[in-house]
């Protein structure tokens, strides 16, 4: 996925389409892992990975944030956000912490 700055006409088209790229990926993940996300969570995940995909391709950083309090985050939780945040190419990984409550609340699959 290559990434250019952004011109104001075309910049939520690019966010639309570099998001649903990487949202595209995400059900094959989450079943590897064994997880599902109920409805309302897949929505508030779907506006995270917006959000991360215009930082992507804006180049625009993070805020500061506590990285202390995703210390117990789980390992697949962990994994399954360092996975979508290679999906883009070119964002820090502590983009993983903040996408990873996503994972931690996700279900178990029966």
Do not use: W, Y
């Amino acid at each position: 996925m290559s990434h250019s700055v952004l011109s104001p006409e075309h910049t939520q088209q690019q966010v639309d389409a570099l998001s649903g790229q990487v949202l595209a990926r995400v059900p094959a993940l989450l079943d590897t892992a064994g997880k599902c996300l109920n409805d309302s969570q897949q929505l508030k995940l779907a506006s995270h990975v917006r959000a991360m995909a215009r930082r992507s391709l804006t180049g625009e950083g993070l805020p500061d944030f506590d990285r202390s309090l995703f210390d117990e985050i789980s390992p697949v939780a962990m994994r399954l956000s360092q996975d979508v945040v290679a999906l883009f190419g070119n964002l820090p990984s502590d983009e993983a912490l903040l996408l990873s409550i996503h994972f931690e609340m996700a279900q178990n699959q029966a």
